[in-house]
């Protein structure tokens, strides 16, 4: 089974239905659903230099022998595995500086917060049908904060774009024999 189950949807779909903000980008990769999922758990960021530039960019901490997945969204949230051929980042965030964000996991928060000024973050990357994609969704738990976050998506869009297609390619590399760089 791939990464939609019997009703069509993905774990993403379940988890965050409805949004305010949008990416997805995909790459075909001619390769089994196993092999590009090894791919996906172990490609490191040394194999996607654009993306590594892109997260310095950002302070986070991209360091060349860490792994993509799993060291995608740093401090903000988590990586979950949802299934055979997908993957989810999960994450909460504030706008406002100094204030926490509610108690637990991302993935409960996410799941269960409807608390204003949330942001509530989920990216998959999943394989399916040949083809290998990333969706990014952005949920804002209030008007106020979505309107807030609104610049601030117009203005890393490019750069999250360039960050997540080169994910896509050095995993596709590495699925097809590539392997990793030196």
Not at 22 to 31: G, P
Not at 38 to 49: G, K, L, M, Q
């Amino acid at each position: 089974m791939d990464a939609h189950d019997l009703d069509g949807r993905t774990e993403l779909d379940r988890l965050l239905p409805r949004w305010h903000f949008r990416e997805v980008h995909r790459v075909c990769v001619a390769a089994s659903a196993g092999v590009v999922m090894r791919a996906v758990r172990e490609t490191i960021w040394a194999e996607a230099p654009v993306a590594r530039t892109m997260m310095a960019l950002t302070r986070a901490d991209a360091g060349r022998e860490r792994r993509i997945v799993g060291d995608f969204l740093g401090g903000m949230g988590e990586t979950v595995r949802a299934g055979e051929g997908e993957v989810l980042f999960v994450g909460v965030d504030t706008l406002e500086d100094g204030r926490a964000r509610p108690e637990g996991s991302a993935l409960e928060v996410v799941r269960e917060c409807a608390e204003p000024g949330l942001l509530k973050v989920v990216m998959n990357v999943r394989f399916g049908g040949g083809v290998l994609s990333t969706e990014t969704r952005v949920y804002a738990t209030d008007e106020r904060t979505r309107r807030r976050f609104r610049p601030y998506w117009l203005a890393i869009r490019a750069g999250s774009g360039l960050t997540r297609r080169s994910m896509l390619r050095a995993i596709r590399r590495r699925a097809l024999g590539g392997g990793a760089v030196p």
